[in-house]
């Protein structure tokens, strides 16, 4: 997101889930471009985005702690 402020929006396929791996998340989704973000007390992040695009998940990727979609 520091780059180009794009993220890859998809839903779990369990809400009860907080950190769901790959497989726990449906391949569709869209790409937004994040408008604003804001950094919560308890580390969490609050991002305001807009859908650009509607791709599917290609391929899944560990980064540094989150997953990259290519």
Do not use: H
């Not at 839903?11 to 907080?18: K, L, Q």
């Amino acid at each position: 997101m520091a780059k180009d402020k794009r993220v890859f929006l998809a839903r779990s396929r369990n809400a009860s889930v907080d950190d769901p791996k790959p497989d726990a998340i449906c391949p569709m989704g869209c790409v937004a471009n994040v408008a604003q973000s804001l950094k919560l007390p308890n580390g969490n992040i609050k991002c305001w985005s807009k859908a650009s695009t509607v791709p599917a998940a290609i391929e899944w990727k560990e980064d540094k702690g989150f997953y990259r979609v290519v």
